[in-house]
């Protein structure tokens, strides 16, 4: 993993775990009534999620994930609803059990580049990730393995910077095909079900730690990208 030179990373506790429609239910219902949803929300109070993740040859991403590697890291593009005027090259990584992420811009003209296979403009924006992305384009093999979609619901809470967001109907589509077409239609990759996450900073503050129990349910490695690739 490469951390930009002279930087801190930023890194915060994360745990999930996957519920059912009937636990949703009630625990959207209780965090409605407690916490604001994420302003970027629509009429509805959630908002759709595009992901591009990107992976080696050898799938070292996915491998990585599953075997419990303790540093570890994953490429993505990403967007939010129909929006492709904003588009964001993400790298999430994961040290010690806590997670950080950095970003970057992306043009819709640099992802088409991108995903025809045309790197070299990396080398041009002077940006240190998209730099190190194309790093690893080149001396990884990385390239876009599959698209991730879902519907979230987030809520914030300000003590301990916390988000806990529900994200639903998880769908995908392998390979980087109609990633920019946000109206293609992308396979179910799970059951009905839920993925509850919660984020912080030092510490969970006890109302956001009691709102969401879900009796019988224990926080558990639970990937989108994994439960994903389980279509390949």
Known sequence: MTIEPGK?????????????PQEDLVLSQRLRKLFPRDGNAGPDGAYRVTSLYFDTPYDSALREKLDGVNRREKF???????????????????????????????????AERLLDGDARFLLDTGDALLLELYSKIQGQGLRPKTIVRYDREAFLYAPGNVRITLDRDIRTGLGSV?????????????????????????????????????????????????????LD
């Open 8 to 20: 801190t990373p930023s890194l915060r506790h994360e745990w999930k775990h996957q519920i059912n």
């Open 76 to 110: 993505r593009l990403r967007y939010y609803g129909t929006d492709l005027s904003f588009l964001r090259l993400e790298k999430k990584y994961k040290v010690n059990g806590l997670c950080g992420k950095r970003s970057a811009r992306l043009t819709r003209e640099q």
């Open 178 to 230: 109609d990633f920019l077409n946000s109206g293609v239609f992308c396979v179910r990759a799970a059951g009905p079900g839920t993925v509850l996450e919660v984020k912080y900073d030092a510490f969970l503050p006890e109302i956001v730690r009691m709102a969401v129990q879900v009796p019988g349910r224990r926080a558990a490695a639970c990937s989108k990208y994994a439960l994903c690739r389980r």
